[in-house]
């Protein structure tokens, strides 16, 4: 079950960087006022507004919970990955997790209950999600005609793209 639950999560963690640019590839959610961070002496710290990292940084090192083992990766500036990681990349990574784990079951509710403004913020990215109809959020498909062949450059980028991040969360 735990090997499960830790397959499923590394996949919807995937999902959340395809969300993350949900608009176009530039405006991101990771790319917030509320994921606003910096490293200092090694470890990440949030910096104002930041309120989601703040949150997710406090309950890292103040709780033990599915949440804070989840967030290990990658705020576990032990992992040689992580400590590698740059400012852009941490946001990117916190951000898919917060997704990963604002989709598992009692997820949102948990966040309700202890991370207010994260929960706050994941709400209307499912929102903004919902509103996509589950379309292809980019103009890949938007010119295809009934019986066209897909771009079968784009969709093989698309599936490199995937499984070369799909490695990288530990
Ligand atoms: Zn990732």
Redesign the pocket.
């Known amino acids: 079950m735990e090997e499960q639950l830790t397959a499923i999560t590394a996949t919807i963690?995937?999902v959340g960087?395809a969300v993350d640019t949900i608009h176009d590839s530039t405006t991101t959610f990771s790319g917030s006022p509320e994921f606003n961070l910096r490293r200092r002496n090694g470890e990440v710290v949030a910096m104002k507004p930041g309120s989601v990292v703040s949150e997710l940084i406090d309950h890292y090192f103040g709780e033990d919970s599915a949440l804070s083992q989840l967030l290990a990766y990658p705020l576990n500036s032990g992992n040689k990955v992580n400590a590698a990681m740059g400012v852009d990349e941490l946001r990117?990574?916190l951000f898919?997790q917060a997704w990963a784990f604002s989709n598992l079951p009692g997820g949102m509710d948990f966040l309700r209950d202890n991370l207010p403004a994260t929960a706050a913020f994941m709400e209307t990215v499912h929102e903004q999600v919902k509103a996509t109809n589950y379309a292809r959020p980019q103009n890949a498909q938007q010119n295809a005609q009934p019986g066209q062949v897909p771009d079968r450059t784009q969709a093989a980028g698309n599936v490199v793209r995937a499984s070369r991040?799909a490695a990288?969360?530990t």
């Open positions: 963690h995937e960087h990117e990574e898919a991040q990288a969360p």
